[in-house]
């Protein structure tokens, strides 16, 4: 069962232009491989699949939201980008549910050909609106494997109404190893907006340290939630503008076909 594991951390927010801001705040994850979920949910007492618990992962808050097995949705993301891991396993890095409620602004699959070496990276994002969009990204063959993470997608979901929509994502990390790192830039014509930074260090998915995570940050899932609109509420404070929430992207997904993707000429 080690593939999966429990990451305790932090993120860090920090938005450059027109005014400073700078936001922390911990939080836990699980990486959940997908092809051993089933058996986390018999073995641990405080997680279950699909049901209510202390700690609960639920299909539908991913992929299409039908509630249909996730790797299959993924591997036909995969399929139509021009990748084949040719059953290798898939990873996912998730915040769960706690007492019901979950709230994921991120989460991300890495998905591994056969041999291991890291394939592909989906970033799933989730907008406070509701909307949900997956960008899948493959590892180029000098990256795959060192584990090496430096891609980038042209932005597609409007996530914040502090930010328009004419930007670029960058990620540069690691496949997770006994540390998380994972740093998501937004870059728009004049540089360098806002930066996201996900850092952790894992621990063993047993049910002592589900408790230990869930007793240090209680009700994490519904604080992320509430930080959001704090801190939205700060930026207006400080006089940034709000912009005009566009229609959404024809499809909830983007396919690329390469690790670099932009608009904006980078």
């Given amino acids: 069962m080690t593939a999966s594991a429990l990451y305790r951390g932090q ?25 051993q979920i089933d058996r986390l949910d018999r073995r641990l007492r ?8 202390l700690l ?29 891991i040719a059953g290798g396993p ?29 394939a592909a990276v989906v970033y799933e994002v989730t907008s406070t609106f509701g909307v949900r969009h997956a960008y899948v ?10 584990g090496l993470i430096r891609q980038g997608a042209a932005k597609a979901l409007y996530v914040s109404p502090f930010m328009g929509m004419e ?22 014509a004049q540089g360098l907006l806002i930066t996201a930074a996900l850092s952790a260090e894992r621990r063993p998915l047993d049910d002592r340290e589900l408790l230990s995570a869930t007793l240090a940050m209680p009700l ?13 509420l700060k930026l207006w404070s400080k006089g940034i503008g709000l912009t005009r929430q566009p229609p959404p992207a024809p499809e909830p997904v983007t396919i690329q076909r390469h690790a670099r993707e932009s608009r904006l000429g980078r």
């Fill in 137 to 146: 990204i493959p590892v180029p063959a000098d990256d795959q494997a060192a």
């Fill in 167 to 188: 930007m670029d994502y960058a990620f540069r990390g690691h496949t997770p190893g006994p540390r998380l790192d994972m740093t998501i830039d937004g870059l728009d």
């Fill in 46 to 53: 405080l997680f279950s699949l699909n049901r209510f618990n």
């Fill in 220 to 232: 994490m899932t519904l604080k992320v939630m509430a930080s959001i609109h704090w801190e939205a």
């Fill in 11 to 35: 993120v860090t927010h920090r938005r450059l232009r027109p005014r400073a801001h700078r936001l922390t705040y911990r939080v836990f994850w699980l990486l959940l491989d997908l092809a």
């Fill in 56 to 84: 609960s992962f639920h299909e539908r808050d991913h992929g299409d939201g039908s509630g249909a097995a996730l790797r299959p949705q993924i591997e036909a993301w995969l399929r139509r980008a021009g990748i084949d």
């Fill in 90 to 118: 898939i990873r996912l890095l998730t915040m769960p549910r706690i007492l019901g409620y979950v709230f994921n602004p991120i989460s991300i699959y890495y998905c591994h050909q056969a041999d291991r070496r890291l």
